[in-house]
């Protein structure tokens, strides 16, 4: 019974697309974000092929953004391995390239927009002391990293990548310059308003509807609070046990950020 009333809001919640297309992007589109928190890389890459079977129709944006999502995923999960993988710039210019797609059906989404902020960050990463590189990426990117610095909206995903920037610069700010953190820290919580506010108006949104942001602006809380000028023990627990509330199967706080959190000398706090 529970099946069949399931298929039945996942078909009203889609339309006007075919129900059965509907519902395996809901599907794919949750399996996507678990597989993302395991930290799985093959599961991710298997779902960005299922998704692409899915035609062409209403949601074709939504498709090429969850086949976006699965790679830039797989790449930011792929950071944390040791030795790193050597398909990390493969897998980031995939979701450009997909996100950019999303962005042709529908040319003004600020959720396939903020995502390419993202991934040009990461691809920049990835390319490392290359000068000519980083610069050419910079080329294309500058107009998306202006906006996503300017935004002054509640979105939970467009404020966890200006946060991210805005931690970037304040720890390379060249001396003298001295770099605010205190900036993040507020783009951070103000992403968590921002995400308790969406989930109380969108709580029946079907899953290819994007809604991620509220545990990911939690786990960059509990990182800032874990190391820098700023480090506080009793807060990083707390930020990253709160993640772990939202997403109990986390593998890179419940295995890796929280293990070096509990690692910090028990005096650690903020000044």
Not at 14 to 29: F, H, I, M, N, Q
Not at 68 to 77: C, K, S, Y
Not at 95 to 122: K, S, T, V, Y
Not at 155 to 173: D, F, H, K, T, V
Request: hydrophobic content about 45%; aromatic content about 10%.
């Amino acid at each position: 019974m529970h099946i069949v009333i399931g298929f039945l809001l996942c078909a009203a919640a889609a339309s006007p697309a075919p129900p059965r297309d509907s519902c395996r992007l809901d599907a794919l589109a949750r399996e996507v974000l678990a597989a993302d928190y395991r930290g799985d890389r093959a599961e991710l890459a298997r779902l960005d092929v299922e998704l692409g079977r899915i035609p062409d129709g209403a949601l074709a944006e939504y498709r090429d953004y969850w086949r976006g999502f699965a790679l830039w995923r797989r790449a930011i999960n792929g950071f944390n391995e040791k030795p790193a993988p050597e398909d990390l710039q493969a897998d980031v210019e995939g979701a450009i390239a997909r996100f950019r797609a999303a962005l042709e059906r529908h040319p003004d989404w600020i959720e396939a927009r903020l995502a390419l902020a993202g991934c040009w960050g990461n691809l920049i990463y990835v390319a490392g002391k290359d000068e000519t590189k980083r610069k050419a990426i910079l080329d294309e990117a500058s107009p998306t990293f202006r906006w996503i610095m300017e935004y002054t909206g509640d979105n939970p995903r467009a404020l966890w990548i200006r946060g991210g920037y805005e931690l970037w610069a304040a720890n390379n700010a060249v001396p003298p310059k001295v770099g605010d953190f205190g900036k993040p820290v507020e783009t951070f919580r103000q992403a968590l308003e921002g995400a308790r506010k969406e989930a109380l108006a969108n709580s029946d949104a079907p899953g290819w509807v994007p809604a991620w942001g509220g545990p990911e602006n939690l786990m960059n809380l509990a990182y800032f609070y874990s190391r820098g000028p700023r480090a506080d023990r009793a807060a990083a627990i707390a930020y990253a046990q709160g993640a772990l509330v939202s997403v109990p199967r986390w593998h890179y706080v419940g295995d890796v950020l929280l293990p070096q959190i509990e690692a910090m000398p028990a005096a650690s706090g903020a000044p």
